[in-house]
T-cell receptor, first 115, second 115 residues
C-alpha cells in the first residue's frame, strides 16, 4: 500500500516548455487534489476532482490544466511553463470528498524549477 | 472567503518543554473543520490533529492538544514534552462542508526543538 505517489520528484524546465505531473493513489479514494507550496506560504489549491469524471478550479488555477484519468490517477499539466510556476507541487486524495470530516492524504511532492 | 493566519513565522523550544503555536481564522460559515499539519524536512505533509467546529471539547492526540475558541476564531496547538522529532513546519488549515474537502492553509510556523 503505497498511498499517494507522485512523479517526478524533481524537474527543471525552461520557460515555455510543457510537462505533466503525475499522481496516483491506491486507497480507492474518490477525491483528489493538486496544491502548490511557495516559500513562506502554505499550500494553495490549484484544482481538485471530487469524483471520477469531475474537476473544479481551486484558488490558483491559471496556467494549469488537469485530467482525472481514472479513479486512481489525477494529472496536472503545465502547457507553457513560467518562472512564477516554480514551486513544490503536492497531490492529495481523500475518501469521499464533499464532507468536512474527510481526511486528506498527501504525496511526497514534486519540486519544479522553471528557468 | 476563508482566511487562516499564523502570526509566528518561527518558534523554538527546549526538549521536554511545552510550546503553543497560534492560529486565527476568518469565516462566516458555522459548519467547518480545523486541522494542524506537520511538515518535516522530508516535505511529507502529516496530519497532527483535527477539530470539528460543532464540538466544544478540545481535541487531543497524545502529546498534542488544541485550544479551540470559536467565538474568538482561534485555534492554537499545544505540544507537550517536546521531542527533537517535532522539529518541523506546522500549518494550520481550515475546511468547510460548503466547499467540499478543500483545505485553506495558513503561512506556517517553523518549530525548532533544541536539545
Amino acid at each position: 500500500n503505497a498511498g499517494v505517489t507522485q512523479t517526478p520528484k524533481f524537474q527543471v524546465l525552461k520557460t515555455g516548455q510543457s510537462m505533466t505531473l503525475q499522481c496516483a493513489q491506491d486507497m480507492n479514494h474518490n477525491s483528489m487534489y493538486w496544491y502548490r507550496q511557495d516559500p513562506g506560504m502554505g499550500l494553495r489549491l490549484i484544482y481538485y476532482s471530487a469524483s471520477e469524471g469531475t474537476t473544479d478550479k481551486g484558488e490558483v488555477p491559471n496556467g494549469y490544466n488537469v485530467s482525472r484519468l481514472n479513479k486512481r490517477e489525477f494529472s496536472l499539466r503545465l502547457e507553457s511553463a513560467a518562472p512564477s510556476q516554480t514551486s513544490v507541487y503536492f497531490c492529495a486524495s481523500s475518501e469521499r470528498g464533499g464532507t468536512g470530516s474527510d481526511r486528506q492524504f498527501f504525496g511526497p511532492g514534486t519540486r519544479l524549477t522553471v528557468l | 472567503a476563508q482566511t487562516v493566519t499564523q502570526s509566528q513565522p518561527e518558534m523554538s523550544v527546549q526538549e521536554a518543554e511545552t510550546v503553543t503555536l497560534s492560529c486565527t481564522y476568518d469565516t462566516s460559515e458555522n459548519n467547518y473543520y480545523l486541522f494542524w499539519y506537520k511538515q518535516p524536512p522530508s516535505r511529507q505533509m502529516i496530519l497532527v490533529i483535527r477539530q470539528e467546529a460543532y464540538k466544544q471539547q478540545n481535541a487531543t492526540e497524545n502529546r498534542f492538544s488544541v485550544n479551540f475558541q470559536k467565538a474568538a476564531k482561534s485555534f492554537s496547538l499545544k505540544i507537550s514534552d517536546s521531542q527533537l522529532g517535532d522539529t518541523a513546519m506546522y500549518f494550520c488549515a481550515f475546511m468547510t462542508a460548503r466547499y467540499g474537502s478543500r483545505l485553506t492553509f495558513g503561512e506556517g510556523t517553523q518549530l525548532t526543538v533544541n536539545p
